[in-house]
């Protein structure tokens, strides 16, 4: 794999010393050199005397712990840009205030051909429901509005909106006055997308890799596709990554393959996989999530969307194998985890297990699983590309989760520490902007799920959203801090450092510290996280906090 001109390794060798270095090739380290980009040495605070006159720069960490940088393995930048600097609804507590945001946003913006809103979430308000298209309306004074849900598998828009796509009205997923699904978001969300100006996009881009650098993010899993972006978003923002200085972008697109004709067309966009979102399913909050058995609160008999069956599935997966391309998909619902299944299960049995394998082929968010289910992700050594923030979020007795399912089978979702007792890889994300880069915050997430038994160690969670994100592409040389290893670290102040596991089962890979594991910051509930002072691609400094 290439590096891309923004990311040629930085040729100076570099000392850091007098802090804590995360690293398993030395528990108690202190300090690090790297050298033309990659970790070049790590060892105590005595041996980094005989490298101090050799090198360009030492830099003193005054305490500070240096981990490798993070990966966020399931990101949408350009809307995550735009919910930084756009209409940001996720603090509305009720229906009205996010009316009031709505009316107060398009004054402050009458420059906006079409305003962007995201992150509302109508089962956290008191009147459970999203606002009407009148409402709508009224704020927005006339004005184009898209305010997709917080899971962005559902949005409400203005009639101006409506006014720009043709047929909108007899496209699956319509409702006159209700969230528009399916279609029918898909053609809204591409008008209003359309409507952003190619300055504007950069900018929301540029916005979303510098937030995601300032949390010690080094590397983004870009999940694009035609029903979620556009070509031009997509190659402009690998490109954009290319060429500045940032966090290192891997991008996925989308799109069936049927033949080597349609993966080359894949890799010509700069994708290294035909995986990421994908879609066999849609999303719990927005009822559209694929079930076995029907919602607890919709309507009698509702089960929701299939995009793809298990025949589509595994001529997807046999296609791109047999071109030497990652596939994967989004699936969320049992039904449509079930489909995933069967459908790699074939191709399995057209190609070969050790082919399958070795493809290492990823499903997204992966929530609703089975015992059996598990058990095939390990035995078709799939990826669960996972967002323990969605738990953290809608988890719980009183959550999104037990209102659309029942508290039943609401407990059994993201099952992290059954999918680490079978052996499935796991990588980390945010699925920014559904939930925001937080990658600490992600790992507190894990390690402190709402349903006990799905509970994993802070160490194996923080594996899980460094390591993981480059094993699910492919890398198993990166993600660490050893001799070799790119670059790729972020500086952090941090409280002591601790071996956390809640409580003495083997899933957690509990550890006593005085066996020599490396430490992690204290993640406990109600704990302050740590900060990022610098982060670092391939030597380079991405980040560097204010005043520091």
């Known amino acids: 794999m290439t590096e891309s001109t923004a990311l040629q390794s930085d040729h100076r060798t570099v000392l850091l010393r007098g802090g804590d270095v995360h690293s398993p090739a030395d528990p108690f380290a202190t300090a690090m050199v790297v050298e033309r980009g990659h970790v070049a040495w790590v060892g105590s605070e005595g041996a980094a005397d005989a490298f101090a006159s050799g090198v360009d720069e030492v830099v003193d960490l005054d305490g500070a712990l240096v981990t490798p940088a993070f990966t966020d393995a399931h990101v949408h930048t350009t809307s995550s840009g735009l919910a930084l600097t756009g209409l940001d609804l996720s603090g509305a507590r009720n229906l009205n205030e996010a009316l009031v945001l709505l009316r107060s946003h398009v004054a402050a913006h009458p420059e906006d051909r ?44 203005t009639t101006a909106l409506l006014d720009l796509v043709p047929g909108v009205t007899g496209l699956t997923g319509y409702h006159p006055d209700a969230p528009l699904t399916g279609a029918a978001h898909h053609a809204v ?24 650098a300032s949390l010690g993010i080094g590397t983004l899993h870009e999940c694009g596709g035609p029903d979620i972006s ?6 402009g923002l690998l490109k954009l990554a290319a060429e500045e200085s940032g966090p290192r972008v891997h991008g996925y697109w989308a799109e069936q393959v049927a033949d080597e004709k349609d993966a080359l067309r894949i890799r010509e966009l700069g994708a290294i996989g035909a995986a990421g979102d994908l879609f066999v399913d849609g999303s719990l909050g927005s009822h559209t999530a694929c079930l076995h058995e029907p919602y607890a609160d919709g309507p009698a008999g509702h089960t929701g969307t299939a995009h793809l069956d298990a025949a589509q ?37 057209t190609l070969g297990l050790a082919r399958i394998r070795g493809a290492r082929h990823r499903v997204e968010h992966a929530e609703m699983l089975t015992p059996e289910t598990i058990a095939a992700f390990a035995e ?18 009183e959550g999104m989760y037990a209102r659309r399912l029942g508290a039943e089978r609401a407990r059994t979702l993201n099952p992290y520490a059954a999918l680490l007792r079978a052996g499935v890889p796991l990588a980390f ?23 006990p038994e799905h509970r994993i160690s802070v160490r194996a969670g923080f594996t899980a959203h460094t390591r993981g994100g480059w094993r699910a592409v492919g890398r198993d ?18 409280s002591e450092l601790l071996v956390q596991a809640p409580d003495d089962r083997v899933a957690r890979w509990s550890t006593d510290p005085r066996s020599g594991t490396p ?30």
């Open 114 to 157: 079409v305003v962007l809103g995201h992150g509302w979430d109508a089962a956290r308000w008191p009147e459970q429901r999203p606002p009407s298209r009148a409402e709508l309306d009224a704020a927005a004074g006339g004005r184009p509005v898209y305010l997709p849900r917080i899971d962005v598998h559902s949005a409400v828009v």
């Open 477 to 494: 040389d990166a993600g660490l801090l050893v001799p070799g290893a790119p670059a790729d670290y972020a500086v952090w102040r941090t």
């Open 429 to 451: 994300g945010s699925d920014s902007p559904v939930t925001p880069f937080d990658p600490w915050g992600t790992v507190r997430a894990a390690a402190f799920h709402r349903t």
């Open 313 to 349: 599935i595994a001529a997807h997966v046999t296609a791109c194998t047999e071109a030497g391309l990652q596939a994967g998909f989004h699936a969320i619902g049992d039904a449509a985890v079930t489909a995933v299944v069967e459908g790699v299960r074939a191709a399995s049995e």
């Open 189 to 212: 969300r591409a008008a209003a997308h359309g409507a952003v100006s190619p300055a504007q996009r950069a900018a929301a881009q540029r916005a979303a890799l510098r937030h995601a």
């Open 380 to 397: 078709l050594g799939l990826t669960a590309s996972v967002q323990p923030a969605f738990d953290a979020a809608w988890g719980g007795e």
């Open 519 to 548: 430490g992690l910051p204290d993640l406990t509930p109600g704990a302050e996280l740590p900060v990022c002072l610098r982060t670092v691609v391939l030597g380079h400094t991405v980040y560097e906090r204010p005043n520091e």
């Open 230 to 235: 556009d070509e031009e978003d997509f190659a």
